[in-house]
T-cell receptor
Framework: AQSVTQLDSQVPVFEEAPVELRCNYS??????LFWYVQYPNQGLQLLLK??????LVKGINGFEAEFNKSQTSFHLRKPSVHISDTAEYFC??????????FGDGTTLTVKP | DGGITQSPKYLFRKEGQNVTLSCEQN?????MYWYRQDPGQGLRLIYY???????QKGDIAEGYSVSREKKESFPLTVTSAQKNPTAFYLC????????????FGPGTRLTVT
């Protein structure tokens, strides 16, 4: 079985500042990693994913994430956030054998 | 446009009544999922289906039932046995497991009083 830990439940940040949302995972088999974003009262939508290859992946809205196998992490970053980035962010892990496992989410609040 | 639809957006029921939440997809995806979302608890898997006429219990299946008679439809029934049914319910689909991401519907907010 796999598990996902999002290390911060809430991250407040000022507009135009950089942000990092942290995600660690554990699994005994190879994993595929995803970040999703959820705006209030909506479903989730995919930000980016790591399947294989380059450990730095770029997604929509200027977000990127780096897969670190030795630290079993997949942290999400953005160099300069906007008010519109205020949302909840979920890290998720897939394996070939099982269903997806989601973290508990990180609420990003961007303040003016 | 391809996507997932959930209806209704808001649903109100009296305690003791069963209620069915609709989920339809036109993405031709084999796998479909139901999640429950409560504040601060992330997504918890209720049921999932990898193929028509087959489904498996997730982590919190008690008090819920599903059917998968058609590839594009995966309705969820919240029964009167569910002790705390008020929540935000999300339906999702994917081409399969592993490398495939999930596509989510807009959700149904169920309030039971």
């Amino acid at each position: 079985a796999q598990s996902v830990t999002q290390l911060d439940s809430q991250v407040p940040v000022f507009e135009e500042a950089p942000v990092e949302l942290r995600c660690n995972y554990s699994s005994s088999v190879s994993v595929y990693l995803f970040w999703y974003v959820q705006y209030p009262n909506q479903g989730l939508q995919l930000l980016l994913k790591y399947l294989s290859g380059s450990t730095l992946v770029k997604g929509i809205n200027g977000f990127e994430a780096e897969f670190n196998k030795s630290q079993t992490s997949f942290h999400l970053r953005k160099p300069s956030v906007h008010i519109s980035d205020t949302a909840e962010y979920f890290c998720a892990v897939n394996t070939n054998a099982g269903k997806s496992t989601f973290g508990d989410g990180t609420t990003l609040t961007v303040k003016p | 446009d391809g996507g997932i639809t959930q209806s209704p957006k808001y649903l109100f029921r009296k305690e003791g009544q069963n209620v069915t939440l609709s989920c339809e997809q036109n993405l031709n995806h084999d796998a479909m999922y139901w999640y429950r979302q409560d504040p601060g608890q992330g997504l918890r898997l209720i049921y999932y289906s990898q193929i028509v006429n087959d489904f498996q219990k997730g982590d919190i299946a008690e008090g819920y039932s599903v059917s998968r008679e058609k590839k594009e439809s995966f309705p969820l029934t919240v029964t009167s046995a569910q002790k705390n049914p008020t929540a935000f319910y999300l339906c999702a689909s994917s081409k399969g497991q592993g490398v495939y991401e999930q596509y989510f519907g807009p959700g149904t907010r169920l309030t039971v009083t």
